[in-house]
């Protein structure tokens, strides 16, 4: 490996001739791969006769059929199981295996994790590339190529492009990315709606309660209150509450509280799916999780609950959303537990939030009733 960082140069290009393969390193999360799309993006205008491949959690393997270019081999990285002693050996060989079975001309980690940057090593090519400051400082020992971001870079939407751009010129970048439609999911997506008799003309708001870290999970009483709020004002509106099934406890305390207008599909959509309902709605309010990344790229009108996590370094950045983030000491503490949430960064200004939501969704169910209007 260089012992030397990768020189920054002013217009952060590096081109490399013949690019035949390339290998994106990035297993999860939803939110993150949705803030690798735009990096993925760049490469794919750069070097436009390059296959792709991906390695991935098995569980967004979904979400990569929504990537800005067709990959064409999925590389499972099963986290869970290379983690225990009993399965590690039958799934360790059949990975590496994988991730040499091409050779690849540019190899490049985004997760910045040290195991995610052994996976990068492996596959024993010499542009293999992450960050100089990666999420886990050991990790930067196995990159041949380690890219100094600017500070400038602040989200991780522009630290990947950053990375990427090492090799390619970030001028030279189409417009804006948004995930493309596919046919497949939306005709389940719409058998979905069908089976719970939930009419989307009638305007429908997507809520998911749920999110990875407990620091995250904002109160189930906040999103049951506000599906009740929106009712009132609303009371053709359906409410579809949704998310992975690890997520049904947070879901479960929302719907008791609820009535028939909020609609249970937690663990009764694919990935897929779900990206198609949230397209068909006309509001999204969640945690800061991947269906607001994914809402928010879509421009779907979003509001999204921030505490622990920065939004200006991972948060929507669509004109269509809005972040509600109680200014405390703490904010942006980066804590998956926090014993004093409830107290601090949990006590949102329910009202405000309300009448944001409210203002949000009246103009989007008007140009329900204008179309229905047009078509009469």
Known sequence: MENGEASQQHHMSRRIRHVRRILIVKPSSMGDIMHTFRAVQLLAETYPKAVFDWVVNPEFEDLLSYSPVAIADIIHFKRKQLGRVMTFVTEIFPLISALRRYRYDLVIDFQGLLRSALLT??????????????????????????????????????????????????SQLSGAFTLPHDERNLRRAYRKLEHRNIDPSKGMVAIFPGARWASKTFPAQLFA????????????????????????????????????????????????????????????????????????????????????????????????????????????????????????????????????????????????????????
Not at 141 to 158: E, F
Not at 237 to 259: D, K, W
Not at 283 to 301: F, K, Q, R, Y
Request: hydrophobic share 40%; charged share 25%.
């Open 121 to 170: 090593w492996i596959t024993r090519h010499k542009h293999s590339v992450g960050f100089a400051d990666p999420r886990e400082p050991a990790a930067r020992h196995w990159y041949h190529r380690r890219v100094k971001v600017p500070d400038t870079a602040v989200h991780a939407v522009d630290r990947n492009l950053a990375l990427a751009g090492y090799y390619c010129d970030q």
């Open 225 to 376: 209150d506000l599906i009740n709020g929106l009712h009132e004002k609303f009371p053709d509106v359906s409410f579809l509450v949704m998310g992975s099934i690890s997520e049904n406890a947070a879901a479960s305390a929302v719907l008791r509280q609820t009535g028939s207008y909020a609609h249970n599909l937690v663990g009764a959509t694919r990935i897929g799916e779900m990206v198609e309902l949230i397209r068909l709605s006309h509001l999204a309010i969640a945690n800061d999780s991947g269906p607001l990344h994914i809402a928010d790229t879509m421009e779907v009108p979003a509001i999204g609950f921030f505490g622990a996590t920065d939004p200006a370094k991972t948060g929507p950045r669509s004109a269509s959303s809005v972040v509600f983030q109680r200014e405390v000491p703490c904010k942006n503490c980066l804590k998956r537990e926090c014993d004093d949430a409830k107290k601090l960064c949990f006590k949102l200004p329910f009202d405000e939030i309300l009448d944001k939501a409210a203002a949000m969704l009246s103009p989007e169910l008007s140009k329900i009733k204008e179309k229905t209007t047009e078509q009469i």
